[in-house]
């Protein structure tokens, strides 16, 4: 059989504004026309299919454009929910789209064997199995107990992941014992290398003891929420695909990638990293506000890409009203049309600390996040690390209710 891995696809992304739809539409058009030159049988898509809970028209639009073309392909699809996706949003075509040989999984099985999935090659016999576990929140693995205390709740996070994929694997190696077992996740391993964008996405906030050692032997374990591709404890077999597209501008070094394996009995043959192209670049530029004027005006945007997307940060030794005057004129006025300035600001050597530079001088309020202005917030006035963690969950569900 022939496999490929790929999460965070974070459908209605938008960077300081900006929508990067067309990225997004790159990028599945890229991916169906691989499905088809490899003849591909499963696509695993581990979480975050969409940026929000409450996916824009164009958003779903791009997604069933993909469904659709996917299905020409005669490839099958499984999808599990992330923690940037509703469970409602994709769940409501589940029946139909299993009739399309497309599995979706939006949140946790009440009973956790129904996420274990056989999956059949073109000719219909089954040449692998999958455990397709969604995003688990705390409700899913416990109940609160009254009077429990941070640690004993940690622990308890903790066990209820690792009895909830054990339980799997038991039960898919007792069903499918003869082909390649894989699983799914959408969480936080300890040890990966995150993004800046990562630092903002909600995890439970136990998983930072989560590790790859307590996982069962999966002969592939497909990881998504962690926007940089990459390998945990150095095991080919356990791996985050990242996000097919940048981000954010912390990502602009990542290699973004799809894995390919390939499985032959009750083995996995081959695993290939495949590159997916650059659809957009962002860029960082860096300078005296001079060299940063000449830098955007020289600027050419690689062959066939999309006008790249720039943070700029102009770099002076003091504080001067009348370049500030003139810097905000120029991004006010300024039209080139291989770059587009997202956001700039200054950065003074000779000045002590403001509160402007919280945030980034010239930043707009519009510029920033709810959990922008909250984890500064918190970073600033709770008291110890067990008060960060519940706030923040707290705050993201709030936030997550609003939307």
Known sequence: MKILHTADWHFGKRLYQTD???????????????????EVDILLVAGDVFDTTNPSSDAMQVYYDFLKGLVATGCQLVITGGNHDSPAVLNAPREILKLLNVQVL?????????????????????????????????RDLKRSVEGESFEDRRLAIRFGLERRYAQQYEEGRRL??????????????????????????????TLDLFEASLFPPFDYLALGHIHRPQKIAKKDTIRYSGSP????????????????????????????????????????????????????????????ALKSLAEVEIREE??????????????????????????????????????????????????????????????????????????????????????
């Not at 946790?108 to 995003?135: M, Q, T, Y």
């Not at 510029?367 to 067990?386: G, H, I, M, R």
């Open 245 to 304: 597209i940048a981000l954010s501008f912390s990502e602009i070094k990542d290699e973004k990638l799809v894995i390919f394996i390939e499985t032959e009995g009750k083995e996995i043959t081959r695993i290939e990293e495949l590159r997916v192209p650059v659809f957009r670049k962002l860029e960082r530029i860096t300078g005296t506000f001079e060299e940063v004027e000449a830098k955007l005006m020289a600027y050419t945007r690689p062959e066939g």
């Open 106 to 138: 939006g949140g946790a099985c009440e009973n956790c064997l129904d996420e274990i999935l056989p999956l059949p090659d073109r000719s219909g016999k089954i040449g692998a199995a999958v455990c397709a576990v969604p995003f688990l929140r705390d």
């Open 318 to 403: 003091h504080r001067d009203p009348a370049l500030a005057d003139r810097a905000k004129v120029f991004f006010l006025t300024f039209q080139q049309g291989d770059i587009q300035v997202l956001n700039w600001k200054f950065r003074f050597s000779q000045q002590l600390r403001t509160a402007d530079e919280l945030f980034g001088e010239s930043t707009a309020l519009t510029e920033l996040t709810p959990k922008d202005v909250f984890d500064q917030w918190l970073s600033e006035n709770a008291a110890t690390d067990e008060s960060k963690v519940l706030l923040g969950e707290a705050f993201h569900e709030l936030l997550n209710g609003l939307n």
């Open 20 to 38: 990067l739809l067309e990225d997004s539409r790159l990028f599945v058009d890229w991916l169906l026309k691989k499905i088809q030159e490899l």
């Open 176 to 205: 499918y014992p003869d082909v390649p077992l894989f699983g799914m996740g959408h969480l936080f391993m300890n040890g990966s290398a995150t993004s800046d964008d990562d630092e903002k996405l909600h995890t439970i906030g």
